[in-house]
């Protein structure tokens, strides 16, 4: 059981080691692309975008709103709102 255990760990950190040159060649690779000079493509100048004519469009007048008067309401009085009472902590004994 102990060699089967073994084993497969080994066949891990063989898995681990291979993946880790691999990533190193990658990023060497990358950092040689980065250090050679790059050609700058040149592209043909852009057209010039001819301007499109803007409609004018008139609006309808706003129609007027005739709402009836806000009815008078006989409302009760507001009522008090209670006092708060005050609430103060207990002072701690003192521990002998």
């Known amino acids: ?5 073994s084993a497969s760990t080994a066949l ?9 040159a691999a990533m190193s060649g990658a990023a060497r690779r ?3 692309e980065e250090e050679a000079p790059k050609e700058e493509e040149e592209f043909p100048p852009h057209l010039p975008v001819p301007e499109l004519p803007i409609p004018k469009h008139e609006l309808p007048p706003f129609p ?3 709402l009836p008067p806000f009815p008078e309401v006989d409302l009760p009085p507001k ?3 209670p006092a708060v009472p005050e609430f103060h902590f207990p002072e701690p004994e003192a521990k002998p």
């Open 1 to 5: 059981m102990a060699s089967r255990a």
């Open 12 to 20: 891990v950190l063989l898995a681990l080691l291979l993946s880790c």
């Open 30 to 32: 990358l950092e040689e």
């Open 64 to 66: 007027e709103v005739h």
């Open 79 to 81: 009522p008090e709102i």
